[in-house]
């Protein structure tokens, strides 16, 4: 007998168990949480994007600013060029190249004392 009743409350259990996993499958068990759990999910999406697009704004405002400088930096310097600082600019590099073959010959000289030692 005990054994008859034990699979009568198996089955039992069984079926209540089907009927509330028919009930959370198709989403009758808990509507209420479902929505609200959709519903914040909604207004995290939307406040994440916002903060995002907020972010991404403040980039590119400081993109733009720093193109638009570049842009009204740019005419000076050509000008500058025309105005004959190109022949300055090339005596300069003259003397800059100057200055790095006096220096590689003091680092020979160097390498070489350093070698004897």
Do not use: W, Y
Request: aromatic share 2%; glycine share 10%.
């Amino acid at each position: 007998m005990l054994t008859l009743c034990s699979r009568a409350g198996t089955g039992k259990a069984e079926r209540q168990r089907s009927t509330v996993q028919g009930r959370i499958t198709n989403g009758t068990l808990f509507p209420n949480i479902s929505t609200a759990i959709s519903k914040d999910m909604d207004k995290l999406v939307k406040k994440t994007f916002r903060g995002l697009r907020d972010k991404v704004d403040a980039v590119l405002k400081l993109i733009r600013s720093d193109v638009d400088m570049a842009l009204a930096s740019g005419p000076q310097h050509r000008g500058d060029d025309e105005n004959g600082d190109d022949g300055e600019e090339e005596m300069l590099r003259e003397e800059l190249g100057d200055v790095v073959k006096e220096l590689k010959k003091k680092h020979e000289a160097l390498l070489g004392i350093l070698a004897t030692i």
